[in-house]
């Protein structure tokens, strides 16, 4: 928690989040899990037809007709380089944006635990557990 909120995105996510009420924080976290979840959902189907369905058809090609496989692959050239760089720049696409939904969740939550004075809580008794050892 403590490398979360050292973040620049954090810091200022926290001093943008402090004035507003704790009812539109809890709408604030409602939200920010429905972009999560979106997000999660988008990489899970790009991971499916990006990544999983085309090594299965390659797989089985090479199983079934290398020759036909082999031909289609020589037929594509460089057009099949572009495919693979495009495909991997939308999955990176893809993970940036479910990595930042999840950042943004994260920072919501901690905002509202800190409000809560939970962290101040724990802090205390780290504190008294230490000094009682």
């Known amino acids: 928690m403590s490398t979360l909120r050292r973040t620049p995105m954090a810091k200022a996510g926290l001093a943008q989040l402090e004035p507003l009420s704790d009812a539109l924080l809890t709408r604030l976290t409602d ?3 429905v972009n999560a979840r979106r997000c999660e959902a988008l990489w899970r189907m790009s991971a499916l037809f990006y990544i999983t369905v085309p090594v299965t058809l390659i797989l089985a090609g090479l199983q079934g007709a290398p020759d036909v496989l082999r031909e289609f692959v020589e037929a594509l050239g460089w057009f099949g380089y572009v495919i693979v760089v ?3 720049l939308q999955m990176l696409h893809y993970f940036a944006a ?3 939904a ?3 969740e994260a920072v ?3 905002a509202r635990i800190e409000r809560a004075g939970l962290v101040d809580d724990i802090r205390r008794r780290r504190v008294a557990a230490a000094e009682a050892l």
Do not use: C, E
């Open 86 to 88: 495009g495909v991997t």
């Open 31 to 33: 939200l920010a899990a």
């Open 98 to 100: 479910l990595w930042r």
């Open 102 to 104: 999840r950042q943004i």
């Open 108 to 110: 919501i939550d901690l």
